[in-house]
T-cell receptor, first 116, second 110 residues
């Protein structure tokens, strides 16, 4: 099956610093990737949709200047949490849509961000 | 607009017993439905999906789900659960984006 990787799997950073999370589709091209955030014992909340070569579409309530998304190639999207604060600590999951497989989405293993 | 409701936040069950996790959806367009499983500190794994065709869908790990258009439901079932099935289960509907339910925690006891 299609594989989506995320790096890093865990990151701890100090308040005020920025953190970049990478999401890669390993064996398919993904013109569309998604970024989700998941709080403990809660569902996944879509943060933004990124399309290769264009600006990301952010969901209501998500600060686009804080969560920078770049989708520069068909296999890579990055999420940068700028000026991180403890309330940004969460589990971030990316997903990539394989248009060659009836639009299925495949999920990465997630990145645990802890801001101290 | 699409939405998904998972009626049970937690389902405790003994090993080898049958289980049903309930999911109801609403959608104004064609319905594509999914069940995902999430183990602790991991991403989501697709269990099964309904895109069209037979309303009874079989997935991995012995799970199956039935699409019921009249009741707008897509309940997940397994005839005999194992300890390793303990996880969080999410129902999702795909429109212009994938919308998740709030999840059901399946806890299997020995």
């Amino acid at each position: 099956g299609a594989v989506v990787s995320q790096h890093p799997s865990r990151v701890i950073c100090k308040s005020g610093t920025s953190v970049k999370i990478e999401c890669r589709s390993l064996d398919f091209q993904a013109t569309t990737m998604f970024w989700y955030r998941q709080f403990p014992k809660q569902s996944l909340m879509l943060m933004a949709t990124s399309n290769e070569g264009s600006k990301a579409t952010y969901e209501q309530g998500v600060e686009k200047d804080k969560f920078l998304i770049n989708h520069a190639s068909l296999t890579l999207s990055t999420l940068t949490v700028t000026s991180a604060h403890p309330e940004d600590s969460s589990f971030y999951i990316c997903s990539a849509r394989d248009h060659g497989r009836r639009g299925e989405q495949y999920f990465g293993p997630g990145t645990r961000l802890t801001v101290t | 607009a699409q939405s998904v409701t998972q009626l049970d936040s937690q389902v405790p069950v003994f090993e080898e017993a049958p289980v049903e996790l309930r999911c109801n959806y609403s959608s104004s367009v064609s319905v594509y439905l999914f069940w995902y499983v999430q183990y602790p500190n991991q991403g989501l794994q697709l269990l099964l999906k309904y895109l069209s065709g037979s309303t009874l869908v079989k997935g991995i790990n012995g799970f199956e789900a039935e699409f019921n258009k009249s009741q707008t439901s897509f309940h997940l079932r397994k005839p005999s659960v194992h300890i390793s099935d303990t996880a969080e289960y999410f129902c999702a509907v795909l429109g212009d984006k994938l919308i998740f339910g709030t999840g059901t925690r399946l806890q299997v006891f020995p």
